[in-house]
């Protein structure tokens, strides 16, 4: 099972930001679609954002206008900014490859690691 490897994240108070890395080998990164999941603690994994190789994205409802998902082909890199932090976006959060088709995600088998945002003041 292929491990994509995260970073960013950390501790940051309500209204800041923080921008998540995502970085995968070629072959998953150019073959997949990628999205960004998290779990808070007590709750099921909820799927933030996903973007697909025509930069096509989709947001959760409660992330959008304030969080943004990208990629760069050539770093095999996604990224989410996160803006305008919220209490509630307290989570582990957690890259996916995958596909996405008609605005809907079936996760593939290699996530990354998993990295903890706290929002807290």
């Known amino acids: 099972q292929v491990q994509l490897v995260e970073s960013g994240g950390g501790l940051v108070q309500p209204g800041g930001s923080l921008r998540l890395s995502c970085t995968a080998p070629s072959f998953i990164f150019n073959f997949y679609d990628m999205a960004w999941f998290r779990r808070a603690p007590g709750k099921q994994r909820y799927l933030v954002a996903f973007?697909?190789?025509?930069?096509?994205?989709h947001y959760a409802d409660s992330v959008r206008g304030r969080f943004s998902i990208s990629s760069d082909s050539e770093a095999h890199t996604v990224y989410l900014q996160m803006n305008n932090l919220k209490p509630e976006d307290t989570a582990d959060y957690y890259c996916n490859s995958g596909i996405s088709k008609n605005g809907n995600w079936d996760p593939g088998a290699s996530w990354g690691q998993g990295i903890p945002v706290t929002v807290s003041s």
């Open positions: 973007i697909d190789h025509r930069d096509r994205t």
